[in-house]
């Protein structure tokens, strides 16, 4: 930073933010300008020792301090302080603020899981460390791809109330509330923080965020968690957010984990359906399990429906972008292609039936290769499949090679101090105590102005009297009175003394 560009630490007057992460110190503040920012020198270096919070039940930070040695710069002299919100510290004339708290340059650790389904085969799960903050490298064969760690946050509280709700949110028309009337104005009425809507907070654990740019520079955001979510009817899944831009939210991709709380039976079974041979395997086996082996006339029509149904559900159609799309929406579209509108629902239902058989004796062949012992046909099972059907479907427009999961983590947490110097802040502050006085001078004391008007009648002097008052009230008329009978009063008797001597 060039000299020009920096204040010296005799500057009168200044706020400045100071960045300080844990184990580190600073003595060099920043100002924010309209085009740019100045450096402001301190005469003394910030070290944080610790940094501390504590969270509401609602995730929202309750208490966030900051243990700090303050090094004189010019003595040497160390001394302890403790900063919290709404308590700063002073020394040397200069004033330290809480402000807030960031990322100081944790260190993470991913687990890149494939995500293109024409590479599933080939790509294996690797690993990559890097710090919040900064960039790495990726390649995506010939394509380069720009990983930068945005954020980590340790804790992240979701409202889990409405998860497992009844009917859908349905009206049941036989239901009587006698108590409808009441909760409705206790919903109008009530008091603001004593909502009626129920709340299941829980902490899902840490999250990563970050960005992958592709050569062009345009960059996706990820928000990626580290443990599988209960969703509450008995299926855990992995969150895998992704948005475009900054002002949308995540969109999840909702991957199923195995009873070892991994995706690995997901991409297994992504693998294979993306494998033509283990498809027309799988449908096999799923024939010769739903069909008697005497019905032949049955095996060869639910083979082709079978090997169609996972044909299109694996690769589909190209749609209006020239791409091959899947999932659920090209089984859709090729039964609205197809069927007359009468049988369409019929249709899709046993469309749906073969494809999750089919899909099925898929997990189970992946499950076989990988040398592990067949899934249950249990509830658990089943809730698995339901999941993976839909995550399948949603994969296939996933807009990244890869998805990295955070597999562990070491925090580093920062302060942000506000440092301020304001020697005139005690004139500030008689100003405004003398402006608070103003103030109820003018609500308490009352203004009034009297005239006395003299004019020459005849040989006398007639006097008139007036009184005008800021405010009507009953005093400002009685006090009149008063004025005029002692000044008028007296003025009568000192002229007839006059006239008697």
């Known amino acids: 930073v060039k000299p020009e560009h920096r204040l010296s630490e005799n500057n009168p007057t200044f706020r400045a933010n100071l960045f300080v992460s844990e184990n580190t110190r600073s003595a060099t503040a920043v100002l924010n300008q309209s085009n740019g920012v100045l450096i402001q020198d301190l005469p003394f270096a910030v070290e944080l020792k610790k940094f501390i919070v504590e969270y509401y039940s609602t995730g929202m930070p309750k208490l966030f301090a900051s243990e700090i040695i303050i090094h004189d710069l010019k003595t040497g002299v160390e001394t302890p302080a403790r900063v919290e919100v709404n308590h700063p510290v002073h020394y040397q004339g200069v004033e330290i ?81 006698l108590l409808g009337v009441s909760t409705a104005l206790h919903e109008r009425l009530g008091a603001a923080n004593q909502g009626v809507a129920k709340k299941e907070l829980r902490n899902v654990g840490p999250s990563v965020s970050y960005k992958l740019r592709d050569a062009a520079g345009q960059a996706r955001e990820y928000n990626n968690y580290m443990l599988p979510v209960d969703m509450g009817d008995g299926t855990r899944v992995l969150l895998l957010g992704v948005r475009e831009t900054p002002a949308e939210p995540f969109r999840y991709l909702r991957l199923p984990v195995d009873a070892d709380n991994s995706a690995d039976s997901f991409l297994r079974l992504r693998a294979a359906l993306a494998d033509p041979a283990q498809r027309a395997l799988a449908v096999q086996r799923y024939v010769a399990r739903a069909v008697d082996p005497t019905r032949a006339d049955l095996q060869q029509p639910l083979h082709e429906s079978a090997l169609r149904a996972l044909a299109l559900f694996a690769t589909g159609t190209a749609g209006q972008s020239g791409k091959p799309e899947g999932g659920l ?53 089943r809730n698995f499949m339901s999941q993976a059907v839909l995550a399948l479907s949603d994969a296939q427009i996933y807009p990244a090679p890869m998805a990295l999961q955070l597999a562990d983590f070491t925090q580093v947490q920062a ?34 102005r009297l005239w006395v008007w003299l004019a020459p009648m005849d040989d006398k002097t007639a006097a008139s009297m007036a009184l005008s008052s800021n405010r009507k009230t009953m005093d400002t008329d009685r006090e009149f009175e008063q004025l005029r009978l002692k000044l008028f009063v007296a003025q009568d008797a000192e002229v007839k003394l006059a006239k008697e001597t």
């Open 329 to 381: 929406q090209a089984v859709s579209d090729f039964i609205e292609t197809n069927v007359p509108v009468a049988e369409r629902a019929k249709a899709g239902e046993v469309f749906v039936r073969i494809l999750n058989g089919s899909l099925f004796e898929l997990l189970q062949l992946s499950r076989e290769r990988a040398g592990l012992k067949p899934a249950p046909s249990d509830e658990a099972s």
């Open 415 to 448: 302060s942000v101090f506000q440092v301020t110097r304001t020697p005139g802040k005690k004139v500030m502050y008689s100003a405004f105590a003398l402006l608070i006085l103003g103030i109820f001078a003018m609500l308490y004391i009352r203004e009034r």
């Open 97 to 177: 603020y809480q402000s807030s708290f960031e990322d100081g340059g944790s260190r993470v650790k991913l687990r890149a899981l494939p995500m293109n389904a024409a590479r599933l085969s080939s790509d294996k799960p690797f690993e990559i460390e890097g710090v919040v903050g900064t960039s790495a490298e990726l390649s995506n064969g010939a394509d380069s791809l720009s990983l930068e760690y945005t954020g980590l946050r340790v804790i992240n509280v979701e409202n889990f109330a409405a998860q497992g709700a009844s009917s859908a949110d349905g009206v049941d028309v036989r239901k009587v509330d």
